[in-house]
């Protein structure tokens, strides 16, 4: 089955600087990759997602790239805020029927500090 | 907005009890999913439904069964609970996919703990 690694476990960055969270999948017929934030005692909330027919999205902040050939993606948020601190999950996913399997990473925990 | 309601948001069980997680969710979705959150696993999937009883195995189904007699409730059974079975337990729903994948909602999730 697929096996989704996630990297760094932790990741502090001062406010007003960019983080980055990367994926690798290993799964070919992945072609749907989303990003969940969890903030703390809350659900997780897709922030942004990309199909494997774009290599690159954007939305204000936050950006998602994609390397089908290395078979892997990454997170890109820029000018961070603390707001942004939460539990980043990233996540692959293969088509059954008319279901989409998710596999997901163990997480990336981000702290933005003041 | 979509909404996914989970039943409850704490619940604490005996080992070898019978459990129910239900969810619901308000959206007409096709798919509904149940994961466990575990620090440092993130989120696994068990079982998901893509239609009305029907069901298949996620990556991890072993101990748990599931019903889908509505389109809008699914629930989650812990057969004999165990405390290897204490998790955080989240309920996902989507449209289903047709031509493209579709993404999921996720509800608040059970913090389940079997003592």
């Known amino acids: 089955g697929e096996n989704v690694e996630q990297h760094p476990s932790t990741l502090s960055v001062q406010e007003g600087d960019s983080a980055v969270i990367k994926c690798t999948y290993s799964?070919?017929?992945?072609?749907?990759f989303p990003w969940y934030k969890q903030e703390l005692g809350k659900r997780p909330q897709l922030i942004i997602d990309?199909?494997?027919?774009?290599g690159e999205k954007k939305d204000q902040r936050i950006a998602v790239t994609l390397n089908k050939t290395a078979k892997h993606f990454s997170l890109h948020i820029t000018e961070t805020q603390p707001e942004d601190s939460a539990v980043y999950f990233c996540?692959?996913?293969?088509?059954?029927?008319?279901?989409?399997?998710?596999?997901f990473g163990t997480g990336t925990r981000l702290q933005v500090t003041l | 907005d979509v909404k996914v309601t989970q039943s409850s948001r704490y619940l604490v069980k005996r080992t070898g009890e019978k459990v129910f997680l239900e969810c619901v969710q308000d959206?007409?979705?096709?798919?509904m999913f149940w994961y466990r959150q575990d620090p440092g696993l993130g989120l696994r999937l068990i079982y998901f439904?893509?239609?009305?009883?029907?069901?298949e195995k996620g990556d991890i189904p072993e101990g748990y069964s599931v019903s889908r007699e509505k389109k809008e409730r699914f629930s989650l059974i812990l057969e004999s609970a165990s405390t290897n079975q204490t998790s955080m337990y989240l309920c996902?729903?989507?449209?289903?996919?047709?031509?493209?994948?579709?993404?999921?909602?996720f509800g608040d999730g059970t913090r389940l703990s079997i003592l």
């Open positions: 959206m007409d979705h096709e798919n």
């Open positions: 990309i199909r494997s027919n774009v």
């Open positions: 996540a692959a996913s293969i088509r059954t029927g008319t279901a989409s399997k998710l596999t």
């Open positions: 439904s893509y239609d009305v009883k029907m069901k």
């Open positions: 996902a729903s989507s449209v289903a996919s047709g031509t493209a994948n579709q993404p999921q909602h």
């Open positions: 799964d070919s017929a992945s072609n749907y």
